[in-house]
């Protein structure tokens, strides 16, 4: 089988490939990942995914680059990693009572064959009404800052939802794996 790199350092990707039950290897790629004028959500995390993948190819020529890249998108603002306790309890508080979209990028990159697949999967959370406590006591249970949206939907963070929308709960997680599996089929990597 083809060497895989997961072009990401992300923990929550990294367990979630797991599930496929495949070797890889990680590599963080160092780029810019500053919106540009006028792009979209969608063309942002279709460009960083890509630019990522390709930072990755550089280091490992002959193998297959896993990228991905995540945003969330309320009232048609991009919420980052919130970082900070104030503005995880901020975009909570605006979340609440709203529906989130989340747009998460799939890259499959062939470094030896130089060409790529790449989609774009959406999901919508649906949030319940949030009071300023519940939202304390979930920050303070999860700490979610290193998230996109202020929530982790695979722990505790399911607690804030009425519903969840989309193809793939991974893809709020972060990678969204039945896409991948259709992708490494079409590198004659059939998964199981």
């Keep these: 089988m083809r060497h895989v790199v997961l072009g990401s350092s992300s923990p929550f990707r990294s367990a979630i490939l797991k599930k496929l039950n495949i ?4 590599h963080s ?23 990522k993948a390709e930072a990755v190819a550089k280091s490992h020529p002959t193998s297959l680059i896993i990228s991905s890249d995540q945003v969330s998108v309320l009232n048609g603002n991009i919420n980052g990693k919130p ?46 009404k949030l009071s300023l406590q519940a939202i304390e006591n979930y920050i303070d249970a999860e700490s979610p800052l290193n998230c996109a949206g202020s929530f982790k939907s695979e722990g505790l963070g399911i607690s804030l939802f009425n519903r969840l ?28």
Aim: charged share 25%; net charge negative.
């Design 23 to 26: 070797a890889f290897d990680t």
């Design 29 to 51: 790629p160092d780029i810019d990942e500053s919106p540009l004028p006028n792009e979209t959500p969608q063309e942002l995390v279709k460009r960083l995914a890509l630019r």
């Design 83 to 128: 970082g900070t306790r104030e503005r995880a309890i901020a975009q909570l508080s605006e979340s609440s009572n709203n529906t989130v979209s989340f747009y998460t990028s799939l890259c499959l990159y062939d470094a030896l064959e130089n060409n790529y697949q790449l989609v774009v999967e959406p999901y919508l959370v649906h949030f319940r």
């Design 165 to 192: 929308q989309g193809d793939d709960p991974n893809t709020l997680i972060g990678l969204p794996l039945i896409r991948l599996v259709e992708m490494l089929n079409k590198k004659n990597i059939d998964i199981p």
